[in-house]
């Protein structure tokens, strides 16, 4: 699948810019995680990419698709999970799931045989008859996914899909995810970086509205100056060096990052005097902690009107 | 895949009205209560003589009450529960999901139907060619208000907008225009104002029909002019000018 945007901009109410001439040309297989801090533009971009907002200013394509222009041929291929969609109260989890599958066309005995099946995906194949509105939040979430998966969709939007999952339940839908981008490509977003790098064929970080950097977790980490960290399991453990960065993590941890060669310049050293660490390659959280950690205010200036 | 447009139309009537009615039956009486009341006032303060009026009142209240019911469902469902964004990036058209609506509105209208058209069969007096006149009228005035009730829908960003909106609608289009009493009851230089409702033309259409009121060849044909005027260019509206993608 291919996602393009041309300068793509969205100010709302004239003020409040969103998402600031956003350029990227991409050529997915697979997952493509978003990830920025809250009011970056994520969902901004999301929903205009799914044709549910206009943008202010530039183009968006899926598949060389105009998302303004030719909307009603991108819906056809498109499915999106918002990020505050809640399923209806009054409707069970397959009534829930069966209408959305007949919203896209299916019958009404294809869409209720889907939608047991996304439903036993799931792990929620015990509530099929229950209201929805005595699930948890959790089970709630994974319903709303469970609507999207059943479909034929090739290009899947999830916005926040696993936000109040507990670990395991997030881990299912990883597998499942995982399993599924084998035939479509999916768009994520996500506050969990450990998620949006396992999952992530290509990663995009997004600050205020602009683009920081895009691509696998190798070329994100290849970008920063700090791509390995030592952990050292003591408290007190010092080093001067104006090329790495220690950072006492708790009594029992610090953590140092460097390049390859002054991280692994320190191990003899750590040998000798007998001490426990470990050499990693700097994940996601720190890669994005680079990015973005040294900024004066995080974020975009959330201006309330009281 | 090939997609069925009546499986797209179905899913809107399932989800707004026939899951609701079956999870909850005790809205099976919701939408009889407001035009029963003020049929009961009607009838009882004019002593009996006005229920043929009122019966036929009740009706186009309904109507105009699905148009009201249809704003508040789409906001709700647009603005609480997000299932709009999800439809409108799928393979359903506003138009199909419109339509959908429409017609679970009068579903969950059909016990108030049923009761209110027994009560116009036995008391109001019209001939064959008439009730189909009368039928015809409630069509359009259910188009007026389902058009009405979908645009305003389109801009409303949160519940209490839309309660306000619904609020505001349905006194000045179904309890204070001569709706449920004949407009000769208002005072002349007001009786003008009555004619800034629609819903005052439908009612005079149906009076017309029970020999309530005696508008004439002209005043019949200028009340029919009005009244589809005023449906083609809110239809209109809602198919081209709703808000059905966000600015
Ligand atoms: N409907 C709206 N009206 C006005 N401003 C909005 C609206 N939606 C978002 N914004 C603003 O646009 C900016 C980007 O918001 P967006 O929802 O895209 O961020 P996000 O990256 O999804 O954040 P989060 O991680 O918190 O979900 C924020 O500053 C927000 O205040
Ligand atoms: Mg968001």
Same mark, same amino acid.
Request: a neutral charge; proline letters at 4%.
């Given at each position: 699948m291919k996602i393009r945007t041309e300068s793509l901009s969205k100010t709302y109410d004239k003020k409040n810019q969103a998402l600031r001439e956003l350029s990227l040309d991409l050529n997915l297989n697979?997952?493509?995680?978003? /990830?920025?801090?809250?009011?970056?533009?994520?969902?901004? +971009?999301?929903?205009? !990419?799914? =044709?549910?907002?206009?943008? =202010?200013?530039?183009?968006?394509?899926?598949?060389?698709?105009?998302?303004?222009?030719?909307?009603?041929?991108?819906?056809?291929? /498109?499915?999106?999970?918002?990020?505050?969609?809640?399923?209806?109260?009054? +409707?069970?989890? !397959?009534?829930?799931?069966?209408?959305? !599958?007949?919203?896209?066309?299916?019958?009404?005995?294809?869409?209720?045989?889907?939608?047991?099946?996304?439903l036993r995906e799931l792990g929620l194949e015990g509530k099929e008859g229950e209201k929805s509105r005595k699930l948890s939040g959790g089970q709630k979430r994974k319903l709303m996914v469970a609507t999207v998966i059943s479909s034929e969709a090739p290009v899947v939007f999830l916005d926040e899909p696993t936000t109040g999952l507990d670990y395991l339940s997030r881990k299912e839908l990883w597998q499942l995810l995982s399993k599924m981008k084998k035939d479509r490509s999916i768009i994520l977003t996500t506050h969990y970086l450990e998620e949006a790098e396992i999952l992530g064929d290509q990663i995009m970080i997004l600050d205020q509205g602009k683009l920081v950097d895009i691509g696998g977790i190798d070329h994100l980490r290849s970008k920063v100056k700090l791509p390995y960290v030592l952990k050292v399991h003591s408290g007190n453990f010092?080093?001067?060096?104006?090329?790495?960065?220690?950072?006492?993590?708790?009594?029992?941890?610090?953590?140092?990052?460097?390049?390859?060669?002054?991280?692994?310049?320190?191990?003899?050293?750590l040998l000798t005097n007998k001490m426990k660490f470990t050499v990693e390659e700097a994940s996601l959280s720190d890669i994005f902690e680079q990015y973005l950690g040294n900024e004066e205010e995080g974020g975009n200036d959330e201006k309330e009107d009281w | 895949m090939k997609r069925r447009i009546g499986s797209q139309i179905m899913a809107s009537i399932l989800v707004n009205s026939i899951?609701?009615?079956?999870n909850y039956p005790v809205i099976l009486i919701n939408t009889l209560l407001a035009p029963l009341a003020i049929l009961a006032v009607v009838t009882f303060a004019s002593r009996g003589t006005l229920l043929p009026v009122a019966a036929v009142g009740a009706l186009?209240?309904?109507?105009?009450? %699905?148009?009201?019911?249809?704003?508040? @469902?789409? %906001?709700?469902?647009?603005? @609480?529960m997000r299932l709009q964004d999800m439809?409108?990036?799928?393979?359903? %058209?506003?138009?199909?999901?419109?339509?959908?609506?429409?017609?679970?509105?009068i579903v969950y209208s059909i016990p108030t139907l049923a009761f209110l058209i027994i009560l116009n069969v036995l008391f109001v007096k019209t001939t064959a060619l008439g009730a189909f006149i009368i039928f015809l009228d409630m069509a359009t005035i259910f188009t007026f208000s389902i058009s009405l009730g979908f645009f305003l829908s389109t801009f409303t960003s949160d519940i209490i907008q839309s309660w306000g $909106?619904?609020?505001?609608?349905?006194?000045?289009?179904?309890?204070?225009?001569?709706?449920?009493?004949?407009?000769s009851y208002?005072?002349?230089?007001?009786?003008?104002?009555?004619?800034? %409702?629609?819903?005052?033309?439908?009612?005079?259409?149906?009076?017309?029909?029970?020999? $309530?009121?005696?508008?004439?060849?002209?005043? $019949? #044909?200028?009340?029919?002019?009005?009244?589809?005027?005023?449906?083609?260019?809110?239809?209109?509206? #809602?198919?081209k000018r709703s808000r059905w993608r966000e600015n």
């Amino acid at each position: 699948m291919k996602i393009r945007t041309e300068s793509l901009s969205k100010t709302y109410d004239k003020k409040n810019q969103a998402l600031r001439e956003l350029s990227l040309d991409l050529n997915l297989n697979g997952i493509f995680s978003i /990830i920025g801090r809250n009011g970056a533009g994520k969902t901004t +971009l999301i929903r205009i !990419l799914s =044709t549910e907002l206009m943008p =202010t200013s530039g183009k968006g394509f899926i598949n060389d698709l105009d998302v303004v222009e030719k909307a009603e041929v991108v819906r056809q291929e /498109i499915a999106i999970v918002p990020q505050e969609a809640r399923p209806l109260p009054w +409707l069970t989890p !397959l009534q829930t799931v069966s209408s959305y !599958l007949m919203w896209r066309g299916y019958s009404y005995r294809e869409a209720k045989e889907k939608g047991k099946e996304a439903l036993r995906e799931l792990g929620l194949e015990g509530k099929e008859g229950e209201k929805s509105r005595k699930l948890s939040g959790g089970q709630k979430r994974k319903l709303m996914v469970a609507t999207v998966i059943s479909s034929e969709a090739p290009v899947v939007f999830l916005d926040e899909p696993t936000t109040g999952l507990d670990y395991l339940s997030r881990k299912e839908l990883w597998q499942l995810l995982s399993k599924m981008k084998k035939d479509r490509s999916i768009i994520l977003t996500t506050h969990y970086l450990e998620e949006a790098e396992i999952l992530g064929d290509q990663i995009m970080i997004l600050d205020q509205g602009k683009l920081v950097d895009i691509g696998g977790i190798d070329h994100l980490r290849s970008k920063v100056k700090l791509p390995y960290v030592l952990k050292v399991h003591s408290g007190n453990f010092k080093i001067e060096d104006d090329e790495v960065q220690v950072q006492p993590v708790s009594e029992k941890e610090t953590f140092v990052y460097g390049s390859a060669s002054k991280i692994y310049g320190l191990v003899p050293y750590l040998l000798t005097n007998k001490m426990k660490f470990t050499v990693e390659e700097a994940s996601l959280s720190d890669i994005f902690e680079q990015y973005l950690g040294n900024e004066e205010e995080g974020g975009n200036d959330e201006k309330e009107d009281w | 895949m090939k997609r069925r447009i009546g499986s797209q139309i179905m899913a809107s009537i399932l989800v707004n009205s026939i899951y609701a009615m079956i999870n909850y039956p005790v809205i099976l009486i919701n939408t009889l209560l407001a035009p029963l009341a003020i049929l009961a006032v009607v009838t009882f303060a004019s002593r009996g003589t006005l229920l043929p009026v009122a019966a036929v009142g009740a009706l186009i209240m309904n109507m105009v009450s %699905s148009g009201t019911s249809l704003q508040q @469902d789409l %906001s709700h469902l647009k603005n @609480d529960m997000r299932l709009q964004d999800m439809i409108v990036s799928s393979p359903t %058209s506003s138009l199909v999901y419109v339509v959908g609506m429409a017609i679970s509105e009068i579903v969950y209208s059909i016990p108030t139907l049923a009761f209110l058209i027994i009560l116009n069969v036995l008391f109001v007096k019209t001939t064959a060619l008439g009730a189909f006149i009368i039928f015809l009228d409630m069509a359009t005035i259910f188009t007026f208000s389902i058009s009405l009730g979908f645009f305003l829908s389109t801009f409303t960003s949160d519940i209490i907008q839309s309660w306000g $909106f619904s609020g505001i609608l349905s006194p000045l289009l179904t309890t204070i225009p001569p709706v449920y009493y004949p407009i000769s009851y208002i005072p002349l230089p007001y009786r003008y104002l009555a004619y800034l %409702s629609p819903t005052t033309y439908a009612s005079e259409i149906a009076q017309s029909q029970t020999g $309530f009121y005696s508008p004439g060849a002209i005043g $019949f #044909a200028v009340s029919w002019i009005v009244l589809l005027s005023v449906t083609i260019v809110l239809t209109y509206l #809602a198919l081209k000018r709703s808000r059905w993608r966000e600015n």
